[in-house]
């Protein structure tokens, strides 16, 4: 069965289901109407770049879920594949975590990164 849910979306479902949520309560924890929190799920929307902060703190994510977050916002954004076959949880978290932050960085942080991987 096709939920039509993006990975992102089901880490959102699965949270409210594990907190006994209905739509409608996540969407007034967050600050949003239903149908926003709705788009964002189905990748009609993207996510709110600040609801990564808003949802650990609101949910008490432990790092663990902040990990599965950041994999789920990255499996969901348009424009990015990225390929987490065979990576170890760590690595697809830092994947994902590297994913949503590249643009970000700063020049210097850059060089970095290229003595880094290059």
């Known amino acids: 069965m096709n939920t039509g849910l993006t990975e992102l979306g089901r880490f959102l479902r699965k949270l409210r ?4 949520e209905l739509l409608r309560d996540m969407a007034k924890k967050l600050g949003v109407t239903v149908s926003f929190l709705s788009a ?4 009609k929307r993207g996510m ?3 609801w990564g902060n808003l949802l650990s703190n609101v949910y008490r994510l432990s790092p663990e879920q ?3 977050l950041d994999v789920a916002v ?20 830092l994947s ?8 970000s960085f ?3 942080e850059q060089k ?4 880094i991987l290059l």
């Open 17 to 20: 289901i594990d907190r006994g």
């Open 40 to 43: 964002v799920e189905n990748g």
């Open 48 to 50: 709110p770049s600040e």
């Open 66 to 68: 902040c990990g599965e």
């Open 74 to 93: 990255a499996a969901s954004e348009k424009g990015v594949a990225l390929k987490f076959d065979g990576l170890s949880s760590t690595n697809r978290r």
């Open 96 to 103: 994902a975590a590297f994913a949503r932050k590249i643009r």
């Open 106 to 108: 700063t020049q210097e």
């Open 112 to 115: 970095k990164l290229e003595e």
